[in-house]
């Protein structure tokens, strides 16, 4: 626990640090018990934002969003996890509600993941991405925006990241894509297949100084600056070398990989993983 324990002792299935003003810092946390908590800013005392997820499935990650382009909007800080509906906690409230104007299709389909790019924030649901209005990121329907992705190429989509004049799109088991996105015209985005490596869940991949690193389900390692579609994952491992072939299985729990989250040291220029041992 982050300083006090919450009430039952759950576990912590995934957190972040928010930051809804310049001047308010959190911790919001996923747990087992089925609720996303806030903590008091001090981590010593918890409260519950939304109760009654279900955690069977889940695969649990936070984006920020809100404070959109051109509006005085509040932060936001948005929730999916590829089960439940996605969820939204507005500026600093006491509670976490259901998006205002979700897109239809996730009614039955749900997210699995949402990233910001280009001021647009998507969401993630099977093959396709879906796009909200650049000034509400709660609108899907205004002006509704749909992209698919290596559509009946792999089974979903695994994990997005913006970077540069671009997102980065992983594919479960297999494949990664580059969709062009400096056009403001969202017609004119077009995704790109640039590699075979894929990813297993939301948190597998991280931006560094000037590259994006991302762990496969097969445990192998990748960089994008490497990977220009080699035709085969182990050409583009950039650890196989050093690790060989089976360190990869040795050391990870490769079935609950896409629990694992990826980030950044910049100061230490490291990147760390946490995840399940295969012990």
């Keep these: 626990a982050f300083g006090g324990t919450i009430a039952g002792t ?124 650049l000034n509400d990121h709660e609108d899907f329907l205004s002006e509704p925006f749909t992209l698919a992705v290596g559509a009946g190429d792999e089974e979903y989509i695994a994990a997005a990241l913006s970077f540069k004049s671009g997102i980065v799109v992983w594919k479960y088991p297999q494949g990664v894509y580059y969709v062009q996105t400096a056009n403001i015209d969202r017609t004119l985005w077009f995704p790109s297949k640039v590699g075979s490596a894929g990813a297993s869940g939301p948190m597998n991949a991280v931006v560094t100084d000037n590259d994006v690193l991302w762990v496969s389900p097969s445990g192998t390692f990748h960089l994008l600056s490497t990977t220009q579609a080699h035709g085969a994952v182990k050409a583009e491992d950039i650890l196989h070398r050093q690790l060989g072939n089976t360190w990869a299985r040795d050391h990870l729990d490769l079935r609950r990989l896409n629990l694992a989250q990826m980030c950044w040291h910049g100061e230490k220029l490291q990147a760390m993983l946490a995840c399940v041992p295969a012990s």
């Design 10 to 133: 759950p576990k912590i299935l995934c957190a972040i640090d928010y930051w809804p003003t310049v001047t308010v810092q959190r911790t919001v946390a996923f747990a087992s018990d089925g609720a996303i908590y806030r903590d008091d800013l001090s981590a010593s005392t918890w409260s519950s934002l939304v109760a009654g997820l279900s955690t069977a499935g889940s695969v649990p990650m936070f984006c920020l969003g809100g404070a959109e382009s051109g509006t005085t909007n509040d932060r936001k800080l948005f929730f999916a996890d590829a089960i439940n509906t996605p969820k939204v906690l507005r500026a600093d409230g006491a509670a976490m509600a259901n998006i205002t104007n979700p897109p239809v299709d996730w009614a039955t389909k749900k997210p699995r993941l949402f990233v910001v790019a280009e001021g647009f924030l998507l969401g993630a649901a099977g093959n396709t991405l879906y796009g909200s209005k």
